[in-house]
Nanobody, 125 residues
Framework: QVHLVESGGGLVQPGGSLRLSCSTSGFTLDYYAIGWFRQAPGKEREGVSYISSSGGSTAYADSVKGRFTISRDNAKSTVWLQMNSLKPEDTAVYYC??????????????????WGQGTQVTVSS
């Protein structure tokens, strides 16, 4: 059974950093592309970042480019999202999602097969 579990969320001041982890089990991470999505209160879920199964291809939403970095270690069955220079508008529940078939559109949530339960990130002074 496929499991993805996010961790690392919390409360941070503007300008601070957090590192989210997506720990996986029940499947071979090597074969899965991973996306990070977020959903703020009253807003639709949006794609934040993406990494291909090999790690050779990444993508970012314009709103986080230059501030967030996605990485993975298939041997550790883990994907990370390093978030720097956080802003209040980054406040949301962050989800990782896995796709066995590489998405044709990385930020299309319907192309992902499995989802974690989410972790809350709050950026506030």
């Amino acid at each position: 059974q496929v499991h993805l579990v996010e961790s690392g969320g919390g409360l941070v001041q503007p300008g601070g950093s957090l590192r989210l982890s997506c720990s996986t089990s029940g499947f071979t991470l090597d074969y899965y592309a991973i996306g990070w999505f977020r959903q703020a209160p009253g807003k639709e879920r949006e794609g934040v970042s993406y990494i291909s199964s090999s790690g050779g291809s990444t993508a970012y939403a314009d709103s986080v480019k230059g501030r967030f970095t996605i990485s993975r270690d298939n041997a550790k069955s883990t994907v990370w999202l390093q978030m720097n220079s956080l802003k209040p508008e980054d406040t949301a529940v962050y989800y990782c999602a896995g796709a066995f078939f590489s998405p044709s559109t990385w930020n299309n949530e319907y192309e992902y097969d499995s989802w974690g339960q989410g972790t809350q990130v709050t950026v506030s002074s």
